[in-house]
């Protein structure tokens, strides 16, 4: 048996060793792969986009508190059935969990971040939300801050896990699916129009994280999923591009006695009353379609 | 039957050899540059968070990248870079992502420095260019490194208005 086992593991290790030299007798040919990959990223254009966790530190302000009738509720992670709608559901309850931290709202903290779990499991990402991290919540042995670390960290160990993997389209239907909840959320924070409602304003300023979002899902709609999704969003999308911009400002670099830079002033977003409606129905639309 | 447990124990250090051999070579082929934004780039002070927009990637000398980021009114970013490479001179550029292409900082105005911080009072999209310069000499020319960025922020401090006395 000890036999079968030393020769397994030195087959194993030969085969990889093989692997090793094969690639660099091809050193050439993969040198010339990795150029050409390298033309093709230099062509692309990366787009990144704020997280859940950053949006919702975003919008934060003293005078709002948590509101529980706006998560989706756990029960429903049994609906998601097929593999995308698991992904987006998974950016959902992401979201949810962004914004159960940021509010400080740990007795949901254990509940979502179980179902986050459970997802991530069903479409393989199994590193980044650990049940261990579940034990601890569980056990009250986090405080709020330290649960704040772990969804930003969870977050990001996800994000290069995707990444890392190639499965970037993966990542565009997360995603999704957390700025669908995002939008929701803060729309339902917010209330009715106002021009002097600061949120109004905070929410006017993510009109460019979501056309970064909605350009990335673009680039990956070769993928049939990733296309569908962003065809359910592109109505929001015209909305977004109808909020008027003002250029009249330039944009100023000035420096502080620090030597810190400071930017000022710069294209100006002006979103009225009706727009503001129009985007505010199609997210409602956009998240019941999701959930 | 001494030879025997030599011969065994001889068996069970070879695995454990083997096994530790399997492990490093896995852990060689996974490397890349994952993280590397996150182990090699400079951080700021405390009072920063990281940004989820941080990225690593492979390049190769003469090569230039970009990706484009958003920044919030309101708050102040930190944005440091870091690389393998040996030389020095690996320009990054912030261009205001509009149609004027504002460049807002260029390192190759301020000694080729690594990190900058800047406060921002509107939405923006930022481009983040990097640009390492051809070196036709350089032993590693056909090896492709890793280049990070690593990006922080936080809330811009505002002074409390009418503070009277405690």
């Known amino acids: 048996m000890r036999g079968i086992l030393v020769f397994f593991l030195v087959s194993v290790l030969i085969a990889g060793g093989c692997k090793t030299s094969g690639r660099k007798e091809n050193s050439t040919q993969r040198n010339d792969s990795l150029a050409t990959q390298q033309e093709k990223k230099f062509q692309t254009v990366y787009y990144r986009f704020p997280t859940p966790n950053e949006v919702f530190t975003f919008i934060k302000s003293e005078n709002l508190a948590f509101n529980p009738a706006l998560i989706n509720p756990v029960s429903n992670v049994q609906k998601y059935i097929d593999s995308k709608s698991q992904t987006i559901a998974l950016g959902v309850y992401i979201a949810d969990l962004a914004y159960i931290t940021i509010f400080e709202s740990y007795n949901n903290s254990l509940a979502y971040y179980k179902a986050i779990h459970n997802l991530s499991e069903k479409v393989r990402i199994t590193s980044a939300y650990d049940l261990e991290v579940a034990k601890r919540i569980e056990k009250n042995l986090l405080n709020l801050d330290s649960l704040k670390n772990i969804s930003v960290e969870s977050y990001s160990s996800m994000v290069e896990f995707l990444i890392m993997n190639n499965r970037e389209t993966t990542l565009a239907l997360i995603a999704a699916g957390a700025y669908a909840e995002c939008f929701y959320i803060a729309f339902n924070l917010s209330g009715n129009y106002s021009s002097s409602n600061p949120l109004v304003a905070k929410i006017i300023d993510l009109k460019y994280a979501f056309d970064n979002l909605y350009s990335y899902l673009e680039i990956y709609s070769d993928n049939q999923q990733v296309k569908e999704v962003a065809m359910d969003m592109k109505k929001l999308k015209s909305l977004f591009d109808k909020i008027k911009e003002d250029k009249t400002n330039k944009t100023i670099v000035r420096q502080d006695k620090n030597g810190n830079l400071i930017f000022e002033g710069g294209t100006k977003l002006i979103l009225d009353e009706k727009i503001y409606n129009q985007i505010r129905d199609e997210v409602f639309v956009l998240r019941q379609k999701f959930i | ?166």
Request: proline share 3%; with cysteine.
């Open chain 2, 1 to 166: 039957m001494l030879k025997k447990n030599i011969f065994r124990k001889m068996e069970k250090r070879l695995i454990g050899i083997l096994f530790i051999l399997i492990g490093i070579h896995m852990m060689v082929e996974a490397q890349d540059c994952y993280y590397f934004h996150e182990y090699q780039c400079k951080f700021p002070d405390n009072t920063y968070y990281i940004n989820g927009q941080s990225r690593s990637a492979l390049f190769t000398y003469g090569m230039t990248s970009q990706f484009k980021m958003v920044t919030f009114g309101g708050e102040d970013y930190h944005i440091s870079i870091c690389y393998q490479f040996k030389i020095k001179n690996i320009r990054f550029r912030l261009i205001e992502d509009n149609e004027d292409k504002t460049v807002l900082f260029d390192n190759a105005e301020n000694k080729y420095v690594t990190e900058v911080s800047f406060s921002n009072n509107v939405a923006r999209r930022i481009i983040i260019e990097i640009s390492v310069p051809d070196e036709p000499t350089a032993k590693d020319r056909g090896t492709p490194q890793c280049v990070g960025v690593l990006i922080h922020s936080r809330k811009t401090y505002q002074e409390p208005k009418n503070k009277l006395g405690f």
